[in-house]
T-cell receptor, first 114, second 110 residues
């Protein structure tokens, strides 16, 4: 079945540690996205990539980094510079490079900083 | 002021009721309007997608867009406990990123 796979589902980390969240898609979609979801705040865009080896900052990129070395993969690193990293992280993809279209989401990764 | 405003609820209604979920927005350039449904601890999934003004119906769900009032709605008829979820509105100007509302948490009580 085609879809987006995020791992791990749950992750705990200590303050000061970097952590990488995995996102893989087998939908052959061009664009991929990372969102952060906090209670009562909807989805906020962290980074997006419309093509391999290129990515753009979203609205809340500080403290995060990404790479897009393969079309299928778009990992997100939450660095120790992110001041409030505890959140639900969602990876998404869309069919073409045009933004604003339908997004297909993974099941999310919940990160808790202890 | 946020570009898209959505009442976060929570909203609780009895089974079989008609549910109305709403979003208002400030940017008149928005043309594409979506509703996503998100079950607890899952990713959102697209429920309805409309372009410009008007109504769109899909089974028990109706999406309505009123561009003159900058107001969109999602109606759920004959609501079921399986409709209990968070509903997110989203909109875009076209080839630009989606802007999401805060999401409304809905519970349908049997």
């Amino acid at each position: 079945d085609g879809g987006i796979t995020q791992s791990p589902k749950y992750l705990f980390r200590k303050e000061g540690q970097n952590v990488t969240l995995s996102c893989e898609q087998n939908l052959n979609h061009d664009a991929m996205y990372w969102y952060r979801q906090d209670p009562g705040q909807g989805l906020r865009l962290i980074y997006y990539s419309q093509i391999v080896n290129d990515f753009q900052k979203g609205d809340i990129a500080e403290g995060y980094s990404v790479s897009r070395e393969k079309k299928e993969s778009f990992p997100l690193t939450v660095t120790s510079a992110q001041k409030n990293p505890t959140a639900f992280y969602l990876c998404a993809s869309s069919i073409d490079r045009l933004l604003g279209g339908e997004l297909f989401f993974g099941e999310g990764s919940r990160l808790t900083v202890l | 002021q946020k570009e898209v405003e959505q009442d976060p609820g929570p909203l609780s209604v009895p089974e079989g009721a008609i549910v109305s979920l709403n979003c208002t927005y400030s940017n008149s350039a928005f043309q594409y309007f979506m509703w996503y449904r998100q079950y607890s601890r899952k990713g959102p999934e697209l429920l309805m997608y409309t372009y410009s003004s008007g109504n769109k119906e899909d089974g028990r769900f109706t999406a309505q867009v009123d561009k003159s009032s900058k107001y969109i709605s999602l109606f759920i008829r004959d609501s079921q406990p399986s409709d209990s979820a968070t509903y997110l509105c989203a909109m875009s100007k076209g080839a630009q990123k989606l802007v999401f509302g805060q999401g409304t948490r809905l519970t349908i009580n049997p």
